[in-house]
């Protein structure tokens, strides 16, 4: 049984950055592509960006091109998300993910099956 733990979230300021984290435990990291998901209020869960089992692909969210960058760490099973230049519309809970299947490139929100308890990231001046 996966288990996903995030980490990082908090109240920023408008322009601001934070780092959000995840470590997973429960089978083999390095096997699965891993992405985050973010829900706002009142809306559905949605992709945010995904990054393949080996690292060598990321996607991301239109709105958050060039602003967050995915990044993962195979040997100590920990995903990451870099998020600077933030806004309000990025105010969310934010949930790491991964997908059911091995070998996989983290670019649907339909592959990602499990994810953890989230955090809650707020963006206001």
């Known amino acids: 049984q996966v288990q996903l733990l995030e980490t990082g979230g908090g109240l920023v300021q408008p322009g601001g950055s934070l780092r959000l984290s995840c470590e997973a435990s429960?089978?083999?990291?390095?096997?699965?592509?891993m992405g985050w998901l973010r829900q706002a209020p009142g809306k559905e869960q949605a992709f945010v960006a995904g990054?393949?089992?080996?690292?060598?692909?990321?996607t991301y969210v239109d709105s958050v091109k060039g602003r967050f960058t995915i990044s993962r760490d195979n040997a100590n099973s920990t995903l990451y998300l870099q998020m600077n230049n933030l806004k309000p519309e990025d105010t969310a809970v934010y949930y790491c993910?991964?997908?059911?299947?091995?070998w996989g490139l983290g670019t649907r929100r339909i592959d990602f099956v499990h994810w953890g308890q989230g955090t809650q990231v707020t963006v206001s001046s």
């Open positions: 429960g089978r083999s990291f390095s096997r699965y592509a």
């Open positions: 990054i393949a089992w080996n690292g060598l692909r990321t």
């Open positions: 993910a991964t997908e059911g299947r091995p």
